[in-house]
């Protein structure tokens, strides 16, 4: 069974360090570009950025760019997202999703993580 | 404000048709055949149910259709079950990323 798993729920302090991390199975991890999506509490989903777990290249939205990291570890099939300063306005459920399309180029999203939800809050 | 206009809302009864529209851009929607919607239940992620405009997912009920003219996507659920009560996202390929729409929240009365 194709599936992502994602690290369970996270509850930090404004100016924390954060990492959350989905973990491939069931295909092969390095073949298909990875998405991290958020959706703010009641809001729509967002599209934030991708990695292809082959080589590491990476692709952020503008709107996200600067604001969190991008990585992934194909040893261990994992991909990870990434802030170094939290803010409250990060708190969000956050997804990661299977995209699909070639080079990077975003057609869908095929399959999905439960989502992470991460409370910034003092 | 998201980078697709959706209806905040839309409503049925069972076993009626309902359809949802997106509304972009020649950048995005009306620029590329790469429009895809998924349904999202309350505290659930995300399901792909239309990809490449109109193509179902094995698993999909061919109760969901979609199509697009123009700058416009629509999505059509047929034969409403009560089980179709959802948030639903439209999304488009728009350059070098994806953009969502805002979503609609489909009621099954």
């Known amino acids: 069974e194709v599936q992502l798993v994602q690290s369970g729920a996270e509850v930090k302090k404004p100016g924390e360090s954060l990492k959350i991390s989905c973990k491939g199975s069931?295909?092969?991890?390095?073949?298909?570009?990875i998405g991290w999506v958020r959706q703010m509490p009641g809001k729509g989903l967002e599209w934030m950025g991708i990695i292809y777990p082959g080589d590491s290249d990476t692709r952020y939205s503008p709107s996200f760019q600067g604001q969190v990291t991008i990585s992934a570890d194909k040893s261990i099939s994992t991909a990870y997202l990434q802030w170094s300063s939290l803010k409250a306005s990060d708190t969000a459920m956050y997804y990661c999703?299977?995209?699909?399309?070639?080079?990077?180029?975003?057609?869908?999203?095929?399959?999905w993580g439960k989502g992470t939800t991460v409370t910034v809050s003092s | 404000q998201s980078a697709l206009t959706q209806p905040p809302s839309a409503s049925g009864s069972p076993g009626q048709s309902v359809t949802i529209s997106c509304t972009g851009t020649?950048?995005?929607?009306?620029?590329?055949?790469?429009v895809s919607w998924y349904q999202q239940h309350p505290g659930k992620a995300p399901k792909l149910m239309i990809y490449e405009v109109s193509k179902r997912p094995s698993g999909v009920p061919d109760r969901f259709s979609g199509s697009k003219s123009g700058n416009t996507a629509s999505l059509t659920v047929s034969g409403l079950q009560a089980e179709d009560e959802a948030d639903y996202y439209c999304s488009s390929y728009a350059g070098s990323k994806g953009v969502f729409g805002g979503g609609t929240k489909l009621t099954v009365l």
């Open positions: 020649s950048s995005d929607v009306g620029g590329y055949n790469y």
């Open positions: 999703a299977r995209q699909r399309g070639p080079s990077g180029h975003y057609y869908y999203m095929d399959v």
């Open positions: 069931g295909y092969s991890f390095t073949s298909y570009w």
